[in-house]
């Protein structure tokens, strides 16, 4: 079974400042992807960015980034330039794809990331 | 573009009351389809996911079901309501490279 651990239930940053929010996991699969997702107040669940586990090259999306450590099973979340609109709770996710494979979304418990204006 | 709807959007139900949320996907074929719960400042826990009609596979033993009657619905319900249902409820669909996109949720309170 896969685990996805936030260690941080919550973070601020000020605005056009940088931040970044970690993720560890934990899994037996060989091939599997990583997501972070972003919940606004409205609760709408938002795709922010993806890594496939066997691309070394980390993935980038505008002001996000990721720091993607494959040996340490390490998914960090680098947000640029901070917006108030990025204020949300932020989900890490897993799914493993490996043959065999339920196609399943494993979530951490999220961080609440506050942007200070 | 690939819409997914969820009805309705809030609901207040009495213990022991019926249940059905409906999810339904539009420009899509096929797709895999997801019920999450979440409950209050929590993570999203996966309740049933389907890989075409009348498949369904439960990864949480419990009082709920659900259904997909057609390739573009997906239905969960329930005979008889906990106060342990209540939560945020969120349909979701696979994209074309693994990834998951959610639906608007539906926020489910008993009473």
């Known amino acids: 079974a896969q685990t996805v651990t936030q260690s941080q239930p919550e973070m601020s940053v000020q605005e056009a400042e940088t931040v970044t929010l970690s993720c560890t996991y934990d899994t037996s699969e060989s091939n599997y992807y990583l997501f972070w997702y972003k919940q606004p107040p409205s609760r709408q669940m938002i795709l922010v960015i993806r890594?496939?586990?066997?691309?070394?090259q980390n993935a980038t999306e505008n002001r996000f980034s990721v720091n993607f450590q494959k040996a340490a099973k390490s998914f960090s979340l680098k947000i640029s330039d901070s917006q108030l609109g990025d204020t949300a709770m932020y989900f890490c996710?897993?799914?493993?794809?490996?043959?065999?494979?339920?196609?399943?979304?494993?979530f951490g418990s999220g961080t609440q990331l506050t942007v200070l204006p | 573009s690939q819409t997914i709807h969820q009805w309705p959007a809030t609901l207040v139900q009495p213990v022991g009351s019926p249940l059905s949320l409906e999810c339904t996907v539009e420009g899509t074929s096929n797709p895999n389809l997801y019920w999450y719960r979440q409950a209050a400042g929590r993570g999203l826990q996966l309740l049933f996911y389907?890989?075409?009609?009348?498949?369904i596979s439960s990864e949480v033993p419990q009082n709920l079901s659900a259904s997909r009657p057609q390739d573009r619905q997906f239905i969960l319900s329930s005979k008889k309501l906990l106060l342990s249902d209540s939560g945020f409820y969120l349909c979701?669909?696979?994209?074309?490279?693994?990834?998951?996109?959610f639906g608007p949720g539906t926020r489910l309170t008993v009473t």
């Open positions: 979701a669909r696979t994209g074309s490279s693994y990834e998951q996109y």
């Open positions: 389907s890989v075409g009609i009348g498949q």
């Open positions: 996710a897993f799914m493993g794809v490996s043959s065999g494979s339920a196609r399943q979304l494993t």
């Open positions: 890594q496939e586990a066997y691309k070394q």
